[in-house]
């Protein structure tokens, strides 16, 4: 079993900057990819950024594209998204989640991840 706890969410001005973290514990032996999600209000889930914890080889989703950065900090299993250029559209509750890796590409398909947080709310006020 995976326990996931996000934390680092808050209110933020639009172009503000926020660094969501997610600690990683109990039979965790880094075979993982970790994923960020996200949803919105009356929207569907959708992936944000995800990271394979063996080689380290990451995707973002197009919305995202260069304003997050999704990183792991190897020494505290944990997994960070920082987020830059904040934007109204941005505001969410944002979840981690980890699945099995299966190698190649970390997978954006939330079907696959077994292991999710409880979420952190970020909003983005305009």
């Known amino acids: 079993q995976v326990q996931l706890v996000e934390s680092g969410g808050g209110l933020v001005q639009t172009g503000g900057s926020l660094r969501l973290s997610c600690a990683a514990s109990g039979h965790f032996f880094g075979v993982y990819t970790m994923g960020w999600f996200r949803q919105a209000p009356g929207k569907e889930r959708e992936i944000v950024a995800a990271?394979?914890?063996?080689?380290?080889?990451?995707q973002y989703a197009h919305s995202v594209q260069g304003r997050c950065t999704i990183s792991i900090d190897y020494a505290k299993s944990m997994v960070h998204l920082q987020m830059n250029s904040l934007k109204p559209e941005d505001t969410a509750v944002y979840y981690c989640?980890?699945?099995?890796?299966?190698?190649?590409?970390?997978?954006?398909?939330?079907?696959?991840?077994?292991?999710w947080g409880q979420g952190t709310q970020v909003t983005v006020s305009s």
């Open positions: 990271i394979n914890w063996s080689d380290g080889n990451t």
């Open positions: 989640a980890a699945a099995p890796n299966r190698g190649g590409e970390p997978t954006f398909d939330g079907r696959e991840y077994p292991y």
